[in-house]
Every structure is written in structure tokens, then in C-alpha cells.
């Protein structure tokens, strides 16, 4: 049975603001900009994605601005040559996106409990249970290779955050050397985070190269389907979304 025969269960959030955070190299960011693409897409509501990411310089959301345009989604970062900066610069439209709780608002956290401070400085725009917080897991990463290691870093995140948890991601990969068995060994590891924790895995995410060899019945979660956005600057060629292209040698 191909992977398009059984429809997948639609993505579902309770609140408007969704705050994406994982560890470095866990693919938050690539899952930030298909999430928000995916959210405008449904058409009913403005969506917004703030890229809070200080700490890995590359594959970061805001490398995507002009293609999520084209898509609808405004891209809340700092002003000028500010948008290439590594300090937790927190710019009035992200506040003031946090206070007018209106639209979809998409918050990309990344790196650890270092990068998740800056979610601290917000903490009194985010009122108690209005977001979705969800922790992005890839078993293929030292720090989140199992259970015991990624409770760790959950538990460091929201202490950075002063936020607590809403769910999971299941988003286990290695990057072009991704296969299926990966993404199934990951996925079986977020559900016993999920049981041990006893938050609830709100969807995976896969590469569509990847999806094309599996069935939804093997996942069994809601699915966001990944168009890879995000490469480092060596590896891109092209302009546009669909005419990206990646460098193999």
C-alpha cells in the first residue's frame, strides 16, 4: 500500500501560539517553517513565525523570509544587518504579536536551555495555558539519544523558559542519510518519552523523500510532511522553494 492510500490525522493545536523548541541539530527550525507554510495554507487565519534561534548559525528559520512570503507567513526578526546576529535580540513585533493573540504565531526556540533564556525575557506576554510548547525529538542526537537524556534536557529547557511542556515531535533523522528504519527506531523512542513524561506526541515529521518508502499505518501519528528549506549556504542552489536544489558533491 503506497504512503498516499490512508489518510493521515489533520495536525491539531489548542492554542494559536505554538513554541517549537529542541536541541541543537534536533531540525526545529526546518519543522518551524514547514509548520508555519502548513499553517498558512489552511487560509483561515494570519500566520506569523518569530525566529528566536541564537544559537547555531546556520539553518536557521529566517534564512526563509522571501519563500515564506510568497506562502503568506510574515517573518517577525530584527531589523537591517540585526538579522544576521547570534544575540537574543527580542524586536516589538514579537511582543506585540504575543499580546494581540490574534492569528497563528509560530516561536522558533532553539539550542538547549542556552537558546531557550531568551523565552524567559517573553515570559510575561505568555499567559498560563495559552500555547502549545512542544519539544522536538531525534534520537539520533547525544543529548536526546533516550529517555533518560531527554527528559534531562526537557527539564533544563523549561527551567531556562520558566514554560512547561505541551507535547512532542517525533523527528528522528540524519539529515540525506535518513531511512526509514531511522525514522521508525526515533519514533519508538518518543513514545516511550511520551509514556514516561505523559505528554502527548502531537505529530511527526518526516522528509517527503523519506515518506515515499512507508505507510501512514507505520507512523500512526499525524504526519508534517518536510520540503527541506533550510541548507547550509554551500549547499544551495536555486531561489525559490520548489526550484531549490542541493549540492551532492
Known sequence: MNFTAVPSPPLSFRHNLIIVVGGFGSGKSEISVNLARRLAADGSKTVSLADLDIVNPYFRSREA??????????????????VYADLPVIIPDIKRALERRSGCLVLDVGGDDVGARVLSSLNESILPQSYDMLFVVNERRPFTADVVSAMKIMGEIEAASRLKFTGLIANTHLMTETTAEIVLAGLEMTRQLSAKTGLP???????????SGMTREQIGLPILELDRALVKPWEYVGNTWTDKRLRTH
Request: proline share 7%.
Open 65 to 82: 523570509a522571501k519563500r515564506l512570503s510568497a506562502f503568506g507567513v510574515q517573518m517577525l526578526v530584527p531589523p537591517g544587518t540585526q
Open 201 to 211: 506526541i502531537s505529530f511527526a515529521s518526516v522528509e517527503k523523500c523519506v515518506l
